[in-house]
């Protein structure tokens, strides 16, 4: 089995590389990227809610592009010569449709290029081990460092994106995005916590690779069900970012 959404395609672009956002993989250059519909969490802050959870998700079933992992890789190749290093799976949650990355991320490290996933990391470590062969990056969000947060606000999991995240890091460059959410998870405290875990991250031999894995600290606008609160306060994002910076080598701050 494989899923409903296998193939169909709600958005494609060649976007710029730190748009996914990867700062440190291959800066400066262009990137296939491309995004179907769905997603496993519920974040009333969601900036794709009409291809993750909005009421025009039942449309996509019949009206996305159906493109085959073929077709895919012949069209970023045939933007290699425009920049494209490859294909970035993103815009909705990748790995709820896995099957389809796994199938096209082969074809594409076959013919030469770089296979990028951007993902919220919610899911099992069976399938990091179905696609990971073929993964050369990934951006995962770490969106928060409280169950409540997690399983209240999102209906996620927080130990399960942290297992997920412990793993990525062994196996391809990683970069972690946290968006700021007013009243959320803006506290230094939590901030603190967040940093601290990711210097103590791991390779798989063992060896501490966590002060060097790239954060993006990025601020929240108003969105979707999530409009009873102003954006972030610059200054806030500046501020956790300089904390940040006490335990980790490469933090960005994003959406300022």
Not at 141 to 166: A, E, H, P, Q
Not at 188 to 215: C, F, H, Q, Y
Request: hydrophobic residues 35%.
């Amino acid at each position: 089995m494989r899923a409903s959404n296998y193939g169909r395609i709600t958005g494609l672009a060649l976007d710029p590389i730190e748009k996914k956002p990867l700062n440190r993989f291959h800066p400066g250059s262009m990137i296939l990227s491309v995004g179907s519909y769905g997603c496993n969490l519920r974040c009333p802050f969601c900036q794709n809610s009409d291809i993750s959870w909005g009421e025009e998700l039942l449309e996509w079933e019949t009206g996305a592009r159906i493109i085959s992992p073929e077709e895919l890789c012949g069209l970023a190749a045939e933007y290699v010569p425009h920049g494209n290093i490859g294909v970035a799976y993103t815009y909705n949650e990748p790995l709820i449709g896995y099957e389809y990355v796994r199938d096209t991320a082969k074809l594409v490290h076959e013919a030469g290029m770089y296979n990028v996933i951007v993902s919220n990391g919610c899911a099992e470590l069976s399938i990091l081990r179905e696609i990971i062969p073929y993964i050369d990056a990934m951006n995962i969000d770490l969106k928060g460092f409280t169950d409540s947060f997690y399983n209240d606000m999102l209906c996620g999991n927080r130990t399960m994106v942290m297992d997920f995240i412990s793993e990525a890091v062994k196996h391809c460059h990683v970069e972690l995005t946290t968006l700021i959410i007013p009243g959320e998870n803006d506290s230094e405290d939590e901030m603190r916590e967040i940093v601290s875990w990711i210097a103590g991250l791991t390779d798989a031999d063992g060896n501490a690779i966590g002060k060097g894995i790239p954060l993006h600290i990025s601020r929240f606008f108003p969105r979707f069900h999530m409009t009873d609160r102003g954006p972030t306060d610059i200054g806030l994002i500046y501020h956790l970012a300089d904390v940040a910076r006490e335990k980790l080598e490469y933090v960005y701050t994003g959406n300022c």
